[in-house]
C-alpha cells in the first residue's frame, strides 16, 4: 500500500497531498501525519469523498489509511457543488469569525457585542447555515467561552461549526473543543469560495 508521508507539513498540506492521491484513484493508501487534527482533517476530507478510513496512533503520530473504489473520487466533491448551486438566500449564509471580539478598539465591549451578536444568532428566522471559527475565534468553541450555548443552539439547528485545527492547536485548546468539528485551511477556503454570501465579522 503506498504511503504519503506528511509529517511535519503544515495545515492545509496532508489534505491537499490526500485529495490529489485520491483524484489519482488506484487503490488504498495511507498518510502519515504528525498532529491528532490532522489525521482528523485527512481521515475527515476522504470520507467525504466516500472513502473508508481507520485511523491509528504511532510513536510518530499517527497513520490513516484511505480505501474506496474509482468510481466515488469526484462524488464528494459533486454534492458540495450541487448543494451550492441548488441554494438561496433564504438557505443562510457563511458566517466567519475570527476573533473573540467583534469590532476593535476596546476588547471588553468587543466580548460583549459577540455575546449579544452570538445570541441573536439562535432567535433570528434565517440563522447561517456555516459557521467558521479561526485565530482567537476558536476560543467561542472551547471550555469557558461564554456563547458556548448559543453555539451549541446554533448546531443543534442544523448549522455546521468548522473550528480551525491550526488555531487551536496554536493555543493549546485542542482538548478542549466543545462544540463543531476541527477542521482545516482546504475544508474553510472551499466552503467560503462555494458560498453565495459569506459574511465576516
Known sequence: MDVIDAKGLPCPQPVLL??????????????????????ANVAGYA???????QIEGTEEGYRVEVT????????????VRDAS??????????????SRCMGSGDDELGEILTGAFMHTLTEIDVPPRTVILYNS????AVKGS?????????????ADILVCGTCLDR???LEDVLVGRVSNMYTIAETILLSRKTVTI
Open 18 to 39: 490526500t485529495k490529489k492521491r485520491i483524484k489519482e484513484g488506484s487503490g488504498g493508501f495511507v498518510v502519515l501525519v504528525s498532529k491528532r487534527e490532522q489525521a
Open 47 to 53: 470520507r467525504s469523498m466516500n472513502c473508508s478510513v
Open 68 to 79: 474506496g473504489g474509482e468510481d466515488t473520487v469526484e462524488t464528494g466533491m459533486k454534492d
Open 85 to 98: 448551486d441548488g441554494e438561496s438566500p433564504e438557505d443562510g449564509c457563511v458566517l466567519v469569525i475570527n
Open 137 to 140: 475565534g476558536v476560543k467561542l
Open 146 to 158: 461564554p456563547v458556548i450555548d448559543d453555539l451549541a443552539a446554533l448546531e443543534s439547528s442544523g
Open 171 to 173: 493555543f493549546g485548546l
